[in-house]
């Protein structure tokens, strides 16, 4: 789905020989025209999705004006638009655009920037500006909006600001956003390193997560569910929208041009980056597609319970116009990656081929435009279901944000179900990128493992039961079931998924980069030999962290916020899932790791953490103090043992559950400990077999010289014994 910008056909001036700008751009290849039409595109559609939703019109009680109505939403839809050209921009920089301008494999000190490469970063920079000035706007008008009243300088209302932005959700949210927006942009003005602009864009990237905590999704009847899957919405049209937005801006300076099209001096001697970075984006592109939709179908759902809903209100109908939008993108990235691109490098088809590219992609900015102006008016729509706490909510309700599951039973350990939308999203494309892994492998003509692949799917399966099934419904609500799930996303699903091995099919079926740029092979090469890695997977650290971390959770503040919080429960679930995966690894993985433990130690490793989590285990069973007592002492669970009972169960689950697959990681270390001598073995005789005992000879011709020698010691000896 790439594309840059270039008028329809019936506007288009000719391209004259010689100028692989397209037509319509201005000086320095920036098509201003049509990214001009993408933000008008933008502001209509928000205006008239506003106005047919009827969330611009005045309220009869506490309107805060005309300039609040409209400016928020139009501030929202600044705002969106910057962050996603500050994510594309960045993510340009990072991993499709060479940094040299020869485009060769040179260190990056060396040489001049590619001038994409430099614009890239330039418009990040002012984007990200614009980013933290719309923040700042969205943040004061929507207090405005919620209080009911104008901007004025009264300084009751900067009070009233200041409470907002320090103990409301929605202001503590927009704050935060301001104040990511203003490091991020900070970052773009000077960083240039790789490394540092990566995580300037994983800085950006947390810069989304407040806004999805917020506004109709922290208050669905799942809300977790839209929740996860607002954060992959934006994530994956942060991705789609920012990268169009910089096609079209870098249109000029892809193919190493001036202004003019022609090519002199220093420009003669840049390389022409557009069909690797046309292919590049194309990959990113069609995945944010996918991400998009399955995302914004999946939102929908939960927002929308019934087809007279979907079809019966404005907010379904918004949504009706947003998902056609999103599906006539699709298919005109499906051409750009169909026939677009395969065209570019075939000299009779090339011109004609870039010519439709451009004309594609003014139709890709004006409709992405407008859906997000659609968008915007949706968040300011309200939709069909009720997005309050209902007066009589149970105590369950009000803490996790779900009714008590019913009672648990041993058939209820397979049918009691609540998809955790972040992982079965991440279980979704580990198993896509494995399989596409393993076919590319195959195709090539060397082998794979089926052992590695079946592994990797149990894993997956492993990880996903864990996430979405019956162990995280029941672990909301019973200690013990909060016990299986942990040891099992801790010691269960890493001894499956390390086994798939899945760096070293990565880095057999990713093809490397030829030029400056960093691809996923380049950046993963970097993460394997970092000082970062070379800590988190040296043998003792990982031992340490996997025993040490369990005690300093449980006992302390971090497991209440984790069983109150979404953003807390999903960080516990990442770091413990993280954290077997690294132990498991420098135990019995086979992925390639800066440090290996010999195996006596490996197994000395496991004895410990063995021993460890019994006493964990043991300490839970005979403890009289509730852990985390404000959320399992309150949640009014009429079925099943008492909350301290319970939670004794759970320390008999920590001991039994977490040390069976410890011993089996023991064994499976024995297991290569044999094998590693054998294999030792075998390499001794065949070095004997070639140079006929060499070794074993030189030994014995070393004890037969010292025996020598002792012997005339001796003769001397006696000798001058005789003598006196």
Known sequence: MPSAANPTPTTAAPVPPGDTRGPGQGPGGIARPWLIAGLSALFVGL???????????????????????????????VHNVAVATVIGGLIFAVAILPRNRSGSRTKEQDGPEHPAFTRALAVAAAAGAVWTLSAISVLVLGYADIAGQGISGDPEFTRSLVYFMTDIETGRAWLAVVIIAAVVTTALFGVRSRGGLALTLLLSLIGLVPAALIGHSSSSSDHEGAINSLGLHLVGVSA??????????????????????????????TADITEPTLRRFSS?????????????VINASIRLTTWADLFGSAYGQLILAKTAAVLVLGGIGLMHRRWVIPQLGNRGMGRSARQVLWQLVIVELIIMGATSGIAVALGRSAPPQPTTFAPDASPAFILSGYELPPQLTP?????????????????????VSYALGVRKVLQRGDSWPWFRTVNWVIGLVVLTYVTSGPPSVYGRVLFSAHMVDHMALTMVAPIFLVLGAPVTLALRALTPRRDSSRGPREWLMIFIHSKFSQLVTHPLFAAANFAGSIVLFYYSDAFGYAMRDHVGHELMNLHFALTGYIFVLTMIGTDPLPRRAPYPMRLLLLLATMGFHAFFGVALMGGTGLLAADYFGNLGRTWGPSALLDQQMGGAVAWGIGEVPTLLVAIGVAVMWSRSDARESKRTDRAADRNNDADLTAYNDMFAKLAERDARLAERNSKLEGRS
């Open 240 to 269: 789609w929208v920012g990268g169009i937005i910089m096609l079209a801006i870098l249109s000029g300076v892809l193919t190493g041009t001036g202004a003019g099209g022609r090519t002199s001096g220093a420009s003669a001697r």
């Open 411 to 431: 058939e209820r350990w397979l049918t009691e179900w609540r998809l955790d939308w972040l992982w079965v999203a991440v279980a979704a494309f580990a198993l």
């Open 284 to 296: 990113l592109a069609g995945f944010a597609f996918v991400l998009v939709f399955a995302s914004g």
């Open 47 to 77: 205006a008239v999705a506003l106005i047919f939703s009827g969330a611009a019109a005045a309220r009869e009680v506490s309107d805060p004006g005309a300039l609040v109505r409209w400016g928020l939403p139009v501030s929202k839809a």
